[in-house]
């Protein structure tokens, strides 16, 4: 007996394997005409004349009366005419392919006279002007920029219709900024001043110094508040926690210390590095803990439990620089290796390696309002963009041993080197506006100049430096100070081709 329809079984497949179904159909349809040339669409064709004809000779449709001049001159041309025969008004039209190497020329390609009468021509003008009503096209568009080079560039004005030549990119005028000068020099450490870091209150700052001691001083004053020992080698760097009444101390001695500025004592200590620890850095929201030195490797410290997070290893010589932020990369090191690394602090990896540098990046500093940092080395300072470490400028001209970096929100990048100069940048336009060289204090060699830590406070208007001379000296804005007194003389410059 037959098996009923209920009986068949039906076999049901997957939605993957009925759209696969579905393409191979379609490919199988298809299949003879693969490879073939498209055929030409006489009516797209027609829109394409039409559309070429509206945006290049649309400005001579309506052509005025000719003078006298130019009628006499027709008439001896042509006796008894004014006006050309209405037969000559031909239109120049290409071949249909494009001009390029291999297509040879031949009646079916070579350029052809079309004879179109006037009213041809209205009628294409009329037909496609009335398709423009409906149909956004490029004519559109504001504006064209076209050109192989800045020098042979021009722009094309949708609403003239005419090619203007584009103007060469100058550099940006820089922002006027007042002098700085001198405030005050303070003297108290027996040692060079390798560290500075600033409270978050703006009342006090400490220094670090190669006498093996912390010092804690006012800031409106520069009265010493407090000295702080334990460290038994020179003191690199220091960080105070805006959250926590901490201070957190590195130095030569591989020691990571945090001192309670409540009991004035040393309440952690984080062990693991195998060398000098030269910089350090507070993560600015989560309480993480960053180090840095001569072992050529970073480490990332739980401050509570005191427990090392991560090994950052990757830099193949001394990390000299360091900063973290509280977006990505949350953590960027520079190193003796004249790299500069960003971290990715939840895989403990690098996510992106800068090399343009040829020497030593020994300092770096991030802007505290844009998404931008610099770095310094005797080369010169640069200037990038996060997140991508994109390069934005080259800052020439501190022909040194670059030691410190430090800006401000108003714009202002200060560069200190070796050999006591300074000089004062625009953040934006690259433009230094000021150069100081630091004079030794009575009793110093003059070859202790040097410049190894520098700060601005809270405020931005006062900048704190520590010096080869061990004192600290604060510099702060000229109030007197005015465009006129001090213009700024720049002339813009066309920009060059970025060299890194």
């Known amino acids: 007996m037959a098996a009923g329809v209920e009986d068949i079984p039906v076999v049901k497949h997957s939605v993957h394997t009925l759209i696969f179904r579905s393409l191979k159909r379609t490919h199988d349809m298809f299949l003879s005409e693969e490879g073939h040339p498209m055929q030409e669409d006489p009516k797209a064709l027609r829109i394409k004349i039409a559309s070429k004809i509206e945006d290049e000779h649309k400005i001579v449709k309506d052509m005025p009366p000719p003078t006298e001049a130019v009628s006499k001159a027709t008439a001896k041309i042509l006796p008894g005419k004014t006006t050309l025969p209405q037969e000559q008004v031909k239109v120049l039209t290409g071949h249909a392919y494009p001009s390029a190497p291999g297509v040879e020329l031949s009646s079916g390609t070579a350029a052809t006279h079309r004879p179109l009468s006037k009213e041809g021509i209205h009628n294409v003008i009329e037909e496609v002007t009335n398709q423009k009503r409906d149909t956004p096209t490029g004519a559109s568009l504001a504006d064209i920029h076209t050109g192989r080079s800045d020098s042979q560039a021009v722009v ?9 030549p584009r103007k060469a990119p100058v550099s940006i005028k820089p922002q006027w900024h007042p002098p700085w000068k001198l405030m005050r020099v303070i003297s108290g450490h027996l040692g060079w001043v390798r560290s500075i870091s600033v409270d978050p209150s703006n009342e006090w700052f400490a220094t670090g110094s190669g006498d093996r001691t912390i010092k804690l001083w006012e800031l409106s004053s520069g009265r010493l508040k407090l000295t702080l020992t334990g460290h038994i080698s020179s003191v690199r760097g220091l960080a105070v926690s805006p959250r926590q009444p901490y201070l957190f101390s590195c130095g030569e001695d591989k020691l990571v210390k945090c001192w309670d ?22 993560h600015p929201t989560i309480d993480v803990l960053v180090t840095a030195g001569r072992d050529a490797s970073a480490r990332v410290w739980d401050m509570r439990t005191k427990a090392c997070i991560h090994t950052l290893s990757g830099h193949t010589n001394t990390i000299a620089s360091l900063f973290t932020q509280g977006v990505e990369p949350q953590i960027v090191t520079g190193s003796h290796d004249s790299t500069i690394r960003f971290w990715d602090l939840a895989a403990g990896k690098t996510t992106c390696i800068l090399t343009h540098h040829k020497k030593s990046v020994r300092a770096m500093v991030n802007h505290p309002e844009e998404f931008t940092f610099a770095s310094a080395s005797p080369d010169n300072i640069k200037q990038w963009k996060f997140p991508d470490g994109t390069f934005l400028q080259n800052l020439s001209g501190h022909q040194s041993i670059i030691n410190t970096l430090s800006a401000n929100s108003d714009n202002v990048l200060m560069s200190g080197a070796d050999n006591g100069t300074m000089q004062f940048w625009d953040w934006r336009s690259g433009y230094c506006f000021q150069k100081l060289q630091s004079l030794a204090q009575p009793g110093s060699l003059d070859s202790e100049t040097g410049i190894f830590a520098s700060s601005f406070d809270m405020s931005g208007c006062r900048l704190i430096t520590g010096e080869a001379d061990k004192t600290i000296k604060i510099y702060k804005e000229d109030e007197t100070a005015t465009e006129e007194t001090h213009p700024v003389e720049w002339k813009p410059q066309i920009l060059r081709k970025k060299r890194f």
């Open 261 to 282: 500025l409540e009991q004035n004592k040393v309440i952690r200590h984080y062990h693991g590095h195998l060398s000098g620890v030269y910089c350090i850095s507070l």
């Open 156 to 164: 094309l004005s949708a609403g003239t219709k005419q090619l203007v």
